[in-house]
């Protein structure tokens, strides 16, 4: 049997979810709080016990979206490691085309997702969360595999997510004079510049 604590955590996982997919298919304008509550099967009061406002809802919902991603990226990256060598730079550019192509696959919510990339990275950063530490960690072992120490690592990932998502989110959304094929190989020398092994 359930516990309260655990019936808590699905209303708002419903929550979360019901807002997701209405967001992708009418969009985050057209969709009101009263929406994601008839989809979630909860009562509006719900909603006020885990989000102040429809903005909270939105800021919640990306960053739970944006550590099931990168959950589940890792989770690929690692299966890939496991029959093929990878350097540190694949592995990291391995991590930013999978980032990229959840893009354009989700491009109705790309300039939410866009809006709020470096919001979600310093939330996973700073989260108190085991399951999203172990994520940042993994994502940090490139670095650390060309002998960076930790604050380097974490110091090259920020930059790299910032700059390179800022670019690559201009191309998704057709406010930069590239597309993302034509701007991947210099993302790719990028990565690989600033992973390289010292000496």
Not at 26 to 55: C, E, I, N, Q, R
Not at 84 to 90: K, V
């Amino acid at each position: 049997m359930a516990t309260v604590a655990q019936k808590k955590l699905d209303k708002k996982v419903r929550l979360l979810q019901s807002a997701y997919a209405l967001f992708e298919s009418k969009g985050v304008s057209m969709t009101a709080v009263d929406d994601v509550v008839k989809a979630a099967g909860v009562a509006k009061g719900t909603f006020y016990l885990y989000f102040k406002d429809k903005h909270d809802l939105i800021d919640q919902m990306m960053i739970a979206q944006s550590r099931s991603a990168l959950h589940e990226i890792l989770d690929e990256l690692q299966k890939k490691r496991e029959t093929e060598a990878l350097s540190p730079a694949d592995q990291l550019i391995f991590v930013f085309d999978r980032v990229f192509a959840n893009l354009l696959k989700h491009r109705k919510l790309a300039p939410l997702i866009c809006k709020n990339l470096s919001a979600c990275c310093r939330a996973n950063c700073e989260s108190s969360d085991r399951e999203t530490q172990e994520d940042m960690n993994r994502l940090l072992d490139p670095f650390f595999e060309v002998s960076m120490d930790e604050t380097d690592a974490r110091i090259h990932l920020f930059l790299l997510g910032d700059m390179l998502g800022g670019l690559c989110c201009e191309a998704v959304l057709g406010e930069s004079p590239y597309d993302l094929n034509r701007i991947r190989p210099c993302v790719v020398s990028i990565i690989t510049k600033c992973i390289k092994k010292e000496g």
